[in-house]
């Protein structure tokens, strides 16, 4: 039987307690933990996962608690607290409009759809859109949630991730068959990142819908893996066009990850 310590497992893809406040360290990687169990976590699951003594986990509980950010279920498991909600959507007003500038560039140039995708967990979620101005478009709506393998998006985000990290994933997630160019071997998908990674973009050949192309390039310096994309018809966004976009595509993820790390 697997055990919620197993099944959250990806504590080791979280920041190291040497790059900032231990206890501030500390008590993120507790909530990042609790948000990946959506039925969540006792305090000794959470203190086998982090590393910590348990008296040491639950002071930063009874913290984070006092405060919003934390709660206690009737099964005695910690879970999140409706703090955080207030937070999301205030992070939803700041960073949607600061991407959605740049997105609009991508789809005023090219009159295919622009997207921003950050990886969540084990798969990629959708936190920006401008869609194309065509009656036939790609549409995917933000907070859509979905696999990295065969998505542009989570291939792009998967090529700035180590090769081990992509296993551990895509292991957890599954690789499950959405077309018949879906790629769905680990070691073929490897393969696929090598290119991503040496030309600098990815490339989602109608591999999670049929019809579709997308071309993504990641954003690079953030503390979450994050891509950025135009996708749309396979006869409208062809071979050429697609590489004729990447140049803005890279010039946007550029200035946008600088705004969103908050670099001066």
Do not use: W
Request: aromatic share 4%; with cysteine.
């Amino acid at each position: 039987m697997t055990t919620n310590a197993e099944q959250t497992s990806n504590v080791h893809e979280l920041p190291s307690e040497a790059s900032g406040v231990q206890s501030v360290v500390r008590a993120f990687r507790l909530l990042e933990l609790l948000a990946e169990a959506h039925g969540g976590l006792t305090l000794n699951d959470l203190g086998a996962m982090v590393g910590l003594p348990v008296t040491t986990c639950h002071r930063l509980l009874k913290t984070m608690a006092s405060l919003g950010y934390v709660r206690q279920l009737p099964s005695r498991k910690y879970g999140l607290g409706l703090r955080l909600m207030r937070l999301g959507q205030y992070a939803d007003l700041q960073i949607g409009p600061t991407a959605h500038k740049y997105l609009a560039t991508i789809v005023e140039r090219f009159g295919e759809t622009a997207n921003l995708a950050m990886l969540d967990g084990d798969q990629v979620v959708y936190v920006a859109q401008v869609p194309s101005p065509h009656s036939m478009r790609m549409f995917t709506e933000v907070g859509h949630r979905t696999y990295t393998h065969s998505t542009g998006v989570g291939k792009a985000i998967l090529s700035v991730v180590d090769d081990a990290a992509v296993r551990r994933i895509t292991g957890r997630a599954g690789m499950p068959r959405a077309t018949e160019t879906t790629i769905t071997d680990p070691d073929e998908l490897a393969q696929d990142l090598a290119l991503s990674r040496e030309r600098g973009y990815a490339i989602d050949e109608g591999e999670h819908e049929l019809g579709v192309r997308c071309y993504a390039v990641p954003l690079l310096g953030l503390p979450i893996p994050a891509a950025l994309s135009i996708s749309g018809p396979s006869v409208r966004l062809t071979q050429a066009v697609g590489e004729s976009a990447v140049p803005l595509l890279k010039e946007a993820a550029a200035g946008l990850a600088k705004e969103l790390a908050g670099d001066d």
